[in-house]
């Protein structure tokens, strides 16, 4: 299949190009960017020797509409326009935010200008979402942060077994998630041997994508309390997610609800009782590392994430999104372990 990625000068753009350059059904036919259209792929991600020679091009619909399937890894707020010109019969996934929201209010405030509407949101491994991955040509990719956290407690408010109303993450990520622009803030001199949190006090845009699509799972309105922070790394994310529970429940019990809920999902690992998740286990992969327990002082759960934020936060799961759009295992071309 002929495949476009829009945006490949990114951070998950080239995560995008290094996986699929190890994919046996898609192959790299169009790649461009904005500003560093006219360089070599290799200046901008010299790993990915494969591509040497090869220059991004100019974003152009009619370039767009020659392939199969295109991934748009964009900043929010421009896929909109292109997704009106993009011929019906191309399969898209859009990593951005732009068709991730319901409600033009929740954008409005956390993402500001014109709602371009919704996409089915692909993040396979909630209720029945596989069929309906499947049976569509357009997909809102989840953000790293609504991967990692709806993972996390999505199981438990399934079973309405927590207070949806009464959610609280506390997630931290690698540099990566603010995209490759130049900021001080993300330079080595202010991250290095530091932590901070940022869009404090509720702000951060993840937060109404996180509760809608929770929303979707249980009987009760979802209300989330998230504090992002930013973590002195490059890749990966660790959520840590807490909820009141509803019933009485050990943490042996909660543990085999999680495995059993996740137990058909080829990247979602719960792991054995008393292993914690590790962001270095999920470097380069498209995996979910969990693990859950009662905290029986407080009467809440307590559910731990571990994803790379480029993986499963992005272009991992774009890829398992496509596969499926595609009728390919969803695994295909995902195999990769952690280089831990």
């Not at 200046?43 to 591509?51: A, C, E, K, M, T």
């Not at 009662?294 to 994430?305: I, K, P, Q």
Request: glycine fraction near 10%; include cysteine; hydrophobic fraction near 40%.
């Amino acid at each position: 299949m002929k495949i476009g990625v829009v945006g490949g000068s990114g951070y998950a753009g080239g995560e995008l190009l290094r996986l699929l350059l190890g994919h046996d059904k898609f192959e790299i036919f169009y790649v461009s960017a904005g500003t560093n259209a006219g360089e070599e792929i290799t200046s901008i991600h010299p790993q990915l020797q494969n591509l040497t020679g090869q220059k991004f091009e100019v974003t152009k619909i009619s370039e767009i509409n020659k392939c199969e399937l295109v991934f748009l890894a964009l900043p929010h707020g421009e896929s909109a326009d292109l997704i009106k010109q993009i011929l019906p019969e191309v399969k898209v996934v859009d990593l951005g935010a732009d068709f991730r929201l319901s409600s033009s209010e929740s954008w409005t405030k956390y993402y500001g200008g014109n709602h371009a509407g919704q996409f089915l949101y692909g993040l396979p491994e909630i209720s029945k979402n596989i069929e309906r991955i499947s049976a569509s040509t357009r997909i809102a990719n989840p953000g790293c942060y609504a991967t990692a956290i709806i993972l996390g407690i999505a199981p438990a408010i399934e079973q309405n077994a927590v207070d949806a109303g009464d959610l609280v993450a506390v997630a931290a990520s690698g540099t990566t998630g603010a995209g490759r622009n130049s900021k001080v803030s993300l330079s080595a001199s202010e991250v290095m041997n530091n932590l901070s949190s940022y869009k404090f006090g509720g702000a951060h845009q993840h937060t109404p994508e996180i509760e809608e699509n929770l929303a979707t799972l249980g009987d009760s309105s979802v209300k989330l309390s998230f504090t992002p922070i930013l973590a002195p790394m490059p890749r990966g994310i660790l959520a840590t997610v807490t909820a009141k529970l509803l019933k009485p429940i050990s943490t042996a019990e909660l543990h085999h609800l999680y495995v059993e809920y996740f137990k058909t999902s080829p990247f979602i690992k719960v792991l054995p009782a008393g292993v914690m998740p590790e962001t270095s286990a999920t470097l380069g992969t498209n995996f979910a590392f969990l693990q859950v327990a009662v905290d029986s002082h407080t009467n809440r759960l307590v559910a731990s994430v571990a994803i790379d934020n480029l993986g499963k936060g992005a272009a991992g799961q774009a890829i398992q999104n496509a596969n499926l759009m595609c009728g390919f295992p969803q695994d295909l071309g995902l195999s990769h372990l952690g280089v831990k």
